[in-house]
C-alpha cells in the first residue's frame, strides 16, 4: 500500500437519503440495530461530498455550502477515528472535506443518512484506490462504514431498497451493514414519495436520545419481535409488487414509530397538528378511492406519502384538492425511489 496514491486526489459522491419503511429505533453498544430495518432510497435530494486526502497529518477540515463548519469538523474527527479500525491508514494522513446539500436544511428531510453516505463512500472510495478492497466488496464497506456514523446511513449506500440487521429468513442480512433488496417488482422501481413539510423546526430530540428512550420501553421486547416480522415480509413484498401489504405495513411502522415515543418515559410527542391533518386527509383519501397510498414519518413532523407511478393523475388531485385547505401552511417536495450514489465527475482517480 502506497498512501501517496490517494494524496491530494478528489474522491467525490452523491448520495441520497431514506425513507424508512421499517424503522429502526432502538441501538446495542456500537452502533448495532435491536431489530432489523428497510428503506427505500430517494432521488432528488441528495449531499454532495467530496474528500481530499493530505499530508497534515490528523488535521480535520471541514466545509458546508462552501464555509468553513467547525462543529461539523470536530464530529467528523471523531467519526474518522471510530472507523480507523477499519481504514488504519486514516492515522497517516490529513482530511480535508467539502460539502453540500442539494435540499434546505429547511427540508425537513434528515440528512445525516446522505452525510454519512457520502462520506463513507468516499473513504471506501480510497480504501479502494490503495487495493484494500475489490468492487464486490465495496459497497458492504461503504455501508459499514456509513453506519458508524449514523445507523439509517447504511442503507443509503444502495439505490432501490435496503435491509439493515440480521433477519433469519433473509439470506446475507447484517447487523454490521445493509444489503440491497432484489428482485423488486417495477411498481416499486417507480415508487414517488410526496414529502409534506409541515415543519422545518430544528429536530426537538437528537436521534441517539430517541434511540435511548428504547433502553427502557416497556413495548421494547415486543417491538423488535414486531419490526424483525415486518422485515422478513419485506422481500416478497417487493418482488410480488404486493402493494396492499407494503401501504398496511409502511402506515403501521410510521404511526407505531410515534406511538412508541408517546410510550416513553419521558414520553416525547413530535406530531404536528398538521402531522394529523395530512395524515387524515391520506385515510380519506384512501378510504374514498380504495387506492393502497402509504405514508408514514420518521422521527419528525413531515409526513411521506408514497405511491406508485401508476397513482400519479390521483396524486396530483390529491394534492389540488384534498390538501387545499392547507395550501400556504405546508411545503410539498416531491421525490422518488432512487437508483443509488454516484461517483462525482471531480473524480479523477481511476
Ligand atoms: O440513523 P439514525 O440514528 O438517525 O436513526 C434513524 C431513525 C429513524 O429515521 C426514525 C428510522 C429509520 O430507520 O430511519
Redesign the pocket.
Known amino acids: 500500500m502506497e498512501i501517496a496514491a490517494i494524496l491530494n486526489k478528489p474522491f467525490g459522491w452523491r448520495c441520497s437519503p431514506n425513507i ?1 419503511i421499517v ?3 432502538g441501538k446495542l453498544p456500537g452502533q448495532l440495530p435491536a431489530s432489523p ?1 428497510v ?1 427505500m432510497t430517494l432521488d432528488q435530494s441528495a449531499t454532495e461530498t467530496t474528500v481530499w486526502f493530505t499530508d497534515r497529518l490528523k488535521v480535520v477540515e471541514f466545509e458546508f455550502d462552501g464555509n468553513p463548519a467547525p462543529l461539523f469538523a470536530a464530529r467528523i474527527r471523531s467519526y474518522l477515528e471510530s472507523v480507523s479500525g477499519l481504514l488504519p491508514w486514516l492515522l497517516q494522513v490529513g482530511v480535508r472535506i467539502s460539502s453540500r446539500n442539494n435540499f434546505p436544511h429547511s427540508a425537513g428531510i ?1 440528512s ?2 446522505s452525510a454519512f453516505g457520502a462520506l463513507a463512500l468516499c473513504l471506501a472510495d480510497a480504501h479502494k484506490h490503495l487495493g484494500l478492497v475489490d468492487g464486490q466488496q465495496f459497497y458492504p464497506l461503504a455501508s459499514r462504514l456509513a453506519r458508524l456514523g ?4 447504511s442503507r443509503s449506500v444502495f439505490g432501490g431498497f435496503a435491509l439493515w440487521g440480521e433477519t433469519p429468513s433473509v439470506e446475507g442480512s447484517s447487523n454490521l451493514e445493509a444489503i440491497a433488496l432484489q428482485p423488486v417488482h417495477p411498481v416499486f422501481n417507480r415508487m414517488h414519495d410526496m414529502i409534506v413539510v409541515v415543519s422545518d423546526q430544528k429536530k426537538q430530540v437528537s ?1 441517539s436520545a430517541g ?1 435511548a428512550l428504547m433502553n427502557r420501553h416497556p413495548f421494547a421486547g415486543a417491538r423488535y419481535e414486531q419490526a424483525r416480522q415486518r422485515a422478513s415480509l419485506m422481500p416478497d413484498v417487493l418482488a410480488k409488487g404486493d402493494l396492499e401489504t407494503f401501504s398496511r405495513v409502511t402506515i403501521a411502522e410510521g404511526l407505531g ?1 410515534h406511538a412508541l415515543m408517546l410510550a416513553s418515559d419521558p414520553p416525547v410527542n413530535l406530531l404536528h397538528p398538521l402531522s394529523v391533518e395530512v395524515i387524515q386527509l391520506a385515510d380519506q383519501f384512501r378510504l374514498q378511492t380504495r387506492l393502497p397510498l402509504a405514508y408514514t414519518l ?2 419528525g413532523p413531515n409526513v411521506h406519502l408514497l405511491y406508485p407511478e401508476e397513482m400519479k393523475p390521483e396524486m396530483d388531485r390529491f394534492s389540488r384538492e384534498y390538501l387545499a385547505p392547507l395550501s400556504g401552511t405546508v411545503k410539498i417536495i416531491n421525490d422518488f425511489c432512487g437508483a443509488g450514489p454516484q461517483p462525482l465527475s471531480v473524480q479523477n482517480n481511476d
Not at 449514523?150 to 446511513?153: E, K, L
Open positions: 424508512a424503522k429502526y429505533w430495518s428503506s434528515a445525516s443518512a449514523s445507523g439509517s446511513a436521534s434511540h414509530l420518521d422521527a
